[in-house]
Protein backbone atom coordinates (compact mmCIF):
# COMPACT_ATOMS: atom_id res chain seq x y z
CA UNK A 1 0.00 0.00 0.00
CA UNK A 2 0.65 3.91 0.15
CA UNK A 3 1.19 4.13 4.05
CA UNK A 4 4.22 5.26 5.28
CA UNK A 5 5.27 5.50 9.16
CA UNK A 6 4.32 7.57 11.64
CA UNK A 7 7.49 7.45 13.49
CA UNK A 8 10.69 8.34 11.92
CA UNK A 9 14.01 5.68 12.46
CA UNK A 10 16.96 7.18 12.98
CA UNK A 11 20.55 7.19 11.99
CA UNK A 12 23.26 9.04 13.98
CA UNK A 13 26.54 8.75 12.50
CA UNK A 14 30.19 10.86 13.13
CA UNK A 15 31.56 13.55 10.42
CA UNK A 16 33.65 11.42 7.62
CA UNK A 17 31.78 7.78 8.19
CA UNK A 18 29.82 6.52 5.82
CA UNK A 19 26.43 6.19 5.78
CA UNK A 20 23.97 3.37 4.75
CA UNK A 21 19.88 4.70 4.26
CA UNK A 22 17.59 1.49 3.31
CA UNK A 23 14.07 1.99 1.93
CA UNK A 24 11.53 -0.84 1.19
CA UNK A 25 9.20 -0.46 -1.60
CA UNK A 26 5.63 -1.63 -2.27
CA UNK A 27 5.11 -1.92 -6.22
CA UNK A 28 6.70 -4.18 -8.35
CA UNK A 29 5.66 -2.42 -11.21
CA UNK A 30 7.12 0.60 -10.45
CA UNK A 31 9.99 1.54 -12.51
CA UNK A 32 12.04 4.79 -11.69
CA UNK A 33 13.40 5.72 -7.93
CA UNK A 34 14.23 8.56 -6.67
CA UNK A 35 16.35 9.69 -3.23
CA UNK A 36 15.03 12.94 -1.92
CA UNK A 37 16.51 14.94 1.35
CA UNK A 38 14.68 17.28 3.00
CA UNK A 39 15.53 19.69 5.58
CA UNK A 40 13.43 21.44 8.60
CA UNK A 41 11.44 24.12 6.76
CA UNK A 42 12.11 23.12 2.94
CA UNK A 43 10.64 21.15 0.32
CA UNK A 44 12.16 17.57 -0.57
CA UNK A 45 15.62 18.00 -2.46
CA UNK A 46 16.70 15.77 -5.40
CA UNK A 47 19.97 13.80 -4.34
CA UNK A 48 19.71 10.69 -6.62
CA UNK A 49 17.52 8.84 -9.49
CA UNK A 50 17.81 4.80 -10.78
CA UNK A 51 15.49 3.41 -13.03
CA UNK A 52 14.35 -0.26 -13.02
CA UNK A 53 16.84 -1.61 -15.51
CA UNK A 54 19.98 -0.92 -13.43
CA UNK A 55 21.06 -2.24 -10.39
CA UNK A 56 23.94 0.78 -9.00
CA UNK A 57 23.84 4.60 -9.61
CA UNK A 58 26.32 6.68 -8.60
CA UNK A 59 26.74 10.51 -8.13
CA UNK A 60 28.91 13.01 -5.93
CA UNK A 61 29.46 11.43 -2.62
CA UNK A 62 26.24 8.86 -3.08
CA UNK A 63 25.48 5.99 -4.72
CA UNK A 64 22.11 4.24 -5.21
CA UNK A 65 21.43 0.59 -4.97
CA UNK A 66 17.94 -1.14 -6.58
CA UNK A 67 16.78 -4.68 -5.48
CA UNK A 68 14.17 -5.97 -7.46
CA UNK A 69 13.92 -9.25 -6.38
CA UNK A 70 13.91 -8.02 -2.63
CA UNK A 71 12.42 -4.65 -3.63
CA UNK A 72 14.41 -2.79 -2.15
CA UNK A 73 16.89 0.38 -2.28
CA UNK A 74 19.92 1.67 -0.49
CA UNK A 75 21.71 5.09 -0.58
CA UNK A 76 24.93 5.04 0.67
CA UNK A 77 26.54 8.75 1.51
CA UNK A 78 30.49 8.69 1.31
CA UNK A 79 32.18 10.85 4.24
CA UNK A 80 29.02 12.33 5.83
CA UNK A 81 29.17 16.30 6.41
CA UNK A 82 26.92 18.15 9.07
CA UNK A 83 25.23 19.95 6.16
CA UNK A 84 24.21 16.27 5.42
CA UNK A 85 21.44 16.30 8.67
CA UNK A 86 18.08 15.80 7.17
CA UNK A 87 15.28 13.74 6.52
CA UNK A 88 15.91 11.01 3.56
CA UNK A 89 13.23 9.89 1.63
CA UNK A 90 13.17 7.36 -0.96
CA UNK A 91 9.88 7.50 -3.58
CA UNK A 92 9.07 5.39 -6.73
CA UNK A 93 7.31 5.69 -9.60
CA UNK A 94 5.34 3.78 -12.04
CA UNK A 95 5.08 4.51 -15.51
CA UNK A 96 1.12 5.52 -15.10
CA UNK A 97 1.24 8.07 -17.69
CA UNK A 98 1.28 10.75 -15.03
CA UNK A 99 3.82 11.24 -12.28
CA UNK A 100 2.76 9.87 -9.25
CA UNK A 101 5.73 9.55 -6.56
CA UNK A 102 5.05 7.13 -3.82
CA UNK A 103 7.01 8.24 -1.08
CA UNK A 104 8.40 5.71 1.77
CA UNK A 105 9.36 5.84 5.22
CA UNK A 106 11.99 8.84 5.74
CA UNK A 107 14.80 8.08 7.66
CA UNK A 108 16.61 11.01 10.10
CA UNK A 109 20.58 11.13 9.50
CA UNK A 110 22.09 12.93 11.74
CA UNK A 111 25.83 13.71 11.78
CA UNK A 112 27.96 14.83 14.66
CA UNK A 113 30.70 16.93 14.23
CA UNK B 1 17.13 27.15 -5.22
CA UNK B 2 14.42 25.20 -7.54
CA UNK B 3 12.52 27.57 -8.80
CA UNK B 4 9.07 26.63 -7.41
CA UNK B 5 7.77 29.33 -5.43
CA UNK B 6 4.69 28.84 -3.07
CA UNK B 7 2.06 31.37 -1.32
CA UNK B 8 1.41 31.78 1.38
CA UNK B 9 4.27 30.44 3.34
CA UNK B 10 2.07 29.88 6.39
CA UNK B 11 -1.92 30.03 6.53
CA UNK B 12 -3.64 29.51 9.89
CA UNK B 13 -7.57 28.51 8.79
CA UNK B 14 -10.71 27.36 10.69
CA UNK B 15 -12.47 23.95 10.64
CA UNK B 16 -15.15 24.55 7.91
CA UNK B 17 -13.49 27.23 5.42
CA UNK B 18 -11.98 27.20 2.54
CA UNK B 19 -8.59 27.54 1.34
CA UNK B 20 -6.60 28.49 -1.42
CA UNK B 21 -3.11 27.71 -2.43
CA UNK B 22 -0.32 28.95 -4.69
CA UNK B 23 2.16 27.91 -6.71
CA UNK B 24 4.74 29.22 -9.58
CA UNK B 25 6.08 26.47 -11.46
CA UNK B 26 9.81 26.84 -12.66
CA UNK B 27 10.20 28.24 -15.51
CA UNK B 28 9.55 26.12 -18.74
CA UNK B 29 7.89 23.54 -16.63
CA UNK B 30 4.19 22.66 -17.60
CA UNK B 31 3.47 20.05 -15.22
CA UNK B 32 2.60 20.79 -11.57
CA UNK B 33 2.13 18.30 -8.96
CA UNK B 34 0.68 18.87 -5.54
CA UNK B 35 1.59 16.82 -3.01
CA UNK B 36 0.35 16.79 1.29
CA UNK B 37 2.93 15.90 3.95
CA UNK B 38 1.82 15.39 7.32
CA UNK B 39 4.08 15.90 10.63
CA UNK B 40 6.34 13.16 10.39
CA UNK B 41 5.67 11.37 7.27
CA UNK B 42 6.41 11.10 3.51
CA UNK B 43 4.36 13.02 0.96
CA UNK B 44 1.03 11.85 -0.16
CA UNK B 45 0.20 12.40 -4.14
CA UNK B 46 -3.21 14.99 -4.19
CA UNK B 47 -3.25 15.36 -8.15
CA UNK B 48 -1.26 16.59 -10.72
CA UNK B 49 -1.44 18.78 -13.70
CA UNK B 50 -0.35 18.84 -17.15
CA UNK B 51 -1.22 21.82 -19.48
CA UNK B 52 -4.12 23.07 -17.62
CA UNK B 53 -5.79 19.39 -17.31
CA UNK B 54 -5.73 17.42 -14.26
CA UNK B 55 -3.68 14.17 -15.29
CA UNK B 56 -3.87 12.00 -12.13
CA UNK B 57 -5.51 12.18 -9.27
CA UNK B 58 -4.17 10.46 -5.24
CA UNK B 59 -6.72 8.91 -2.63
CA UNK B 60 -8.22 12.65 -2.03
CA UNK B 61 -11.67 13.77 -2.27
CA UNK B 62 -13.12 15.67 -4.44
CA UNK B 63 -13.17 19.10 -1.60
CA UNK B 64 -9.76 19.04 -2.69
CA UNK B 65 -9.60 20.55 -6.21
CA UNK B 66 -7.13 22.37 -8.11
CA UNK B 67 -6.27 25.01 -10.97
CA UNK B 68 -3.55 25.20 -13.82
CA UNK B 69 -3.32 28.50 -15.81
CA UNK B 70 -2.06 29.22 -19.22
CA UNK B 71 1.24 30.63 -17.71
CA UNK B 72 1.48 26.95 -16.18
CA UNK B 73 0.68 28.40 -12.34
CA UNK B 74 -1.22 26.34 -10.27
CA UNK B 75 -3.64 26.67 -7.39
CA UNK B 76 -5.24 24.03 -4.87
CA UNK B 77 -8.04 24.65 -3.40
CA UNK B 78 -9.43 22.91 -0.51
CA UNK B 79 -13.24 23.38 1.15
CA UNK B 80 -14.80 21.96 3.99
CA UNK B 81 -11.67 22.24 6.22
CA UNK B 82 -11.39 19.52 8.61
CA UNK B 83 -8.79 19.06 11.64
CA UNK B 84 -7.05 16.36 9.63
CA UNK B 85 -6.07 18.70 6.72
CA UNK B 86 -3.60 20.23 8.98
CA UNK B 87 -0.42 19.43 6.41
CA UNK B 88 2.77 20.84 4.60
CA UNK B 89 1.74 21.17 1.05
CA UNK B 90 4.21 21.07 -1.36
CA UNK B 91 3.83 22.20 -4.84
CA UNK B 92 6.37 19.97 -7.69
CA UNK B 93 6.85 20.96 -11.08
CA UNK B 94 8.64 19.37 -13.78
CA UNK B 95 9.23 19.88 -17.92
CA UNK B 96 6.31 17.02 -18.30
CA UNK B 97 3.84 14.10 -17.00
CA UNK B 98 6.76 11.77 -18.17
CA UNK B 99 8.38 8.71 -15.76
CA UNK B 100 11.86 9.67 -15.25
CA UNK B 101 11.56 13.18 -15.67
CA UNK B 102 12.34 15.15 -12.11
CA UNK B 103 10.24 16.89 -10.55
CA UNK B 104 11.55 20.16 -8.67
CA UNK B 105 10.07 21.04 -5.22
CA UNK B 106 8.58 24.29 -3.67
CA UNK B 107 9.36 24.81 0.06
CA UNK B 108 5.90 24.07 0.96
CA UNK B 109 2.74 26.14 2.34
CA UNK B 110 2.33 25.11 6.13
CA UNK B 111 -1.56 25.04 6.75
CA UNK B 112 -2.66 24.96 10.19
CA UNK B 113 -6.96 23.93 10.47
CA UNK B 114 -7.86 25.26 14.72
Known amino acids: GESVGLHLPTLSVQEGDNSIINCAYS??????FIWYKQESGKGPQFIID?????DKRQGQRVTVLLNKTVKHLSLQIAATQPGDSAVYFC????????????FGTGTRLLVSP | ETGVTQSPTHLIKTRGQQVTLRCSSQ?????VSWYQQALGQGPQFIFQ???????GRGNFPPRFSGLQFPNYSSELNVNALELDDSALYLC?????????????FGQGTRLTVV
Open chain 2, 92 to 104: ASSLGPGLGTEAF
Open chain 1, 27 to 32: NSASDY
Open chain 1, 50 to 54: IRSNM
Open chain 1, 91 to 102: AEMANTGFQKLV
Open chain 2, 27 to 31: SGHNT
Open chain 2, 49 to 55: YYREEEN
